[in-house]
């Protein structure tokens, strides 16, 4: 099973960008769909984007589509999430996770610890 450590959160303002990284140890990154999920403070935490095990399909929420790309490198077993055109709305605590059987990643078995992004207005 993968280990999973999540990196590139900060602080930025309305507009900007920021790209989250995730590295994952193990042999067998390539059999999980990876995943990234937030929390906000007071919410619980909801799905963002996912891409399929190979890379070839992704699939994001209606709240971040067209402003965030999910992509992923299995020579180097990391799945990052490049976010643009932040909103206040888009701060929380992301957790990047992993799932070996939905590439939607329904059922997560692998979860980091999370990164904290910040969105000022």
């Known amino acids: 099973q993968v280990q999973l450590v999540e990196s590139g959160g900060g602080l930025v303002q309305a507009g900007g960008s920021l790209r989250l990284s995730c590295a994952a140890s193990?042999?067998?990154?390539?059999?999980?769909?990876m995943g990234w999920f937030r929390q906000a403070p007071g919410k619980e935490r909801e799905f963002v984007a996912a891409i399929s095990w190979m890379g070839g399909s992704t699939y994001y929420a209606d709240s971040v589509k067209g402003r965030f790309t999910i992509s992923r490198d299995n020579a180097k077993n990391a799945v990052y999430l490049q976010m643009n055109s932040l909103k206040p709305e888009d701060t929380a605590v992301y957790y990047c996770?992993?799932?070996?059987?939905?590439?939607?990643?329904?059922?997560?078995?692998?979860w980091g610890q999370g990164t904290l992004v910040t969105v000022s207005s």
């Open positions: 193990g042999r067998t990154f390539s059999s999980y769909a």
């Open positions: 996770a992993a799932d070996p059987r939905h590439y939607r990643l329904s059922e997560p078995v692998v």
